[in-house]
């Protein structure tokens, strides 16, 4: 069996690892119990998330068992890390929905079981007593060292609260527990977790003596360097209502030449060798892949049925032809279309702009097309006849977002 270690280096998960020369030893000649902590911040998972998920993945296929620690106790006050401002606080009743919701997902892609992985909650956060706490573990964690740390540097000429500057001590705390409970001995996430991570690993070694590990996977990130997420605006959802399999699909299609392969390598299982070929292709070789990444990662995320329906319909919408039943499509009805809709209205009950001056901007760009036919103007009235095509039309956002309207009694 392949050492885990070297499957996600050679894919390009890996980012930093504190022992790697041990840790990978160690991987390639036991099961070892490790664990990575989600924080309910929404009430589904994202693409961003995805990527560990992929990770996990490669690590249960070579007997490596997880735990999936629901952050019930860390999510009430929320990690600063990779943060401009302080996250917005939820109560007991949000972030218990948001943890039921995570947990129906991570039963999708995680196979759930004593020796196979472990579905936690760090309610014992809830528990602690301040003062005990502090005396206990607080003593290990010098001020200049953590305000040294990233997570908490970028926010100091921001104003970073007592409120926030916990959660570091919190999450160290977790990994300690998850070791006395499970010999938990790896602790894994996003690269913006380092600190956290590296404050843990310290913590488990002073209070108990321990060796431990740390290890940070590649945040994931467009071409040009920006971070995907929903504290960036650009999340991709794995819930089919929040984003449907359709603009799913559409997402990866609409990968740039420069990272389609590294996403294969992420996103996907195929082999190796046959990514490797996949290196050498050019030009519209390149839409093959970015086709076939569409396809597997969609039908990962929502079956391989719903990666069928959006792979048609994907090509349908291309070409102008074909079977467009799987393309979102917004329902108006005739008593709210009137004689006429203004093009920005239409825009707007379709849910393609965020404000009327964007959609002015858009549309003085040459960026939203009718029918295929650019609209020239703000002031553009939708007809009735627009509708040829059995009561639908079609609107283009920019090259990569296209939406169906369809008029109804």
């Not at 005396?135 to 104003?159: C, I, Q, T, W």
């Not at 919190?170 to 991570?197: E, H, K, P």
């Not at 296209?402 to 109804?408: M, V, Y």
């Amino acid at each position: 069996m392949p050492n885990a270690y070297d499957v996600l280096k050679e894919r390009g998960f890996i980012a930093q690892c504190t022992h790697e020369d041990e840790l990978r030893a160690l991987m390639g000649k036991t099961s070892l119990t490790y664990y990575t902590g989600y924080d309910p911040t929404a009430d589904s998972l994202t693409i961003g998330h995805l990527l560990t998920l992929m990770a996990h993945a490669h690590m249960q296929q070579a007997g490596h068992r997880l735990i999936t620690l629901m952050g019930t106790g860390t999510g009430m006050i929320g990690d600063p890390s990779d943060r401009t401002d302080m996250r917005r606080v939820m109560d007991n009743d949000e972030v218990t929905h948001n943890i039921n919701c995570f947990k129906k997902q991570f039963e999708r892609f995680i196979a759930y079981g004593d020796d196979k992985a472990i579905m936690e909650e760090n309610a014992w956060l809830l528990d602690l007593k301040l003062v005990d706490f502090m005396r206990e573990y607080g003593v290990h964690f010098p001020v200049n060292k953590m305000l040294a740390a990233d997570s908490y540097k970028s926010r100091l000429a921001d104003g970073l609260t007592a409120f926030e500057f916990t959660y570091m001590l919190m999450q160290a705390y977790d990994f300690v527990n998850l070791n006395r409970q499970y010999n938990c001995c790896l602790q894994v996430g996003g690269s913006d977790q380092w600190s956290n991570i590296i404050a843990g690993v310290d913590l488990l070694r002073k209070v108990e003596g321990k060796q431990a590990y740390g290890l940070t996977f590649t945040l994931l990130t467009t071409a040009s360097g920006e971070k995907m997420g929903k504290s960036t605006g650009n999340a991709v959802w794995l819930d089919p209502v929040k984003t449907s399999p359709y603009d799913f699909y559409q997402h990866w299609r609409n990968t740039e030449d420069s990272i389609v392969i590294r996403n294969i390598k992420l996103f996907t299982f195929l082999p190796m060798e046959e990514i490797i070929e996949m290196e050498k292709w050019q030009g519209a070789e390149l839409n093959r892949a970015k086709e076939i990444l569409a396809y597997e990662v969609t039908k990962i995320v929502h079956g391989e049925a719903e990666a069928e329906k959006a792979q048609i319909a994907a090509k349908a919408a291309f070409a102008g032809v074909g079977d467009l039943s799987n393309m979102p499509t917004t329902d108006i009805s005739h008593t709210d279309f009137g004689d006429g809709m203004n093009i920005i209205e239409l825009l707007e009950k379709m849910k393609l702009i965020p404000s009327r001056g964007e959609a002015r901007r858009l549309i003085a760009q040459g960026g939203i097309s009718l029918n295929k036919e650019k609209v020239t103007t703000h002031e553009h009235i939708v007809k009735v006849s627009d509708f040829s095509d059995n009561n639908h039309l079609l609107i283009e956002k920019g090259k990569k977002i296209k939406h169906r309207g369809r008029l109804t009694p």
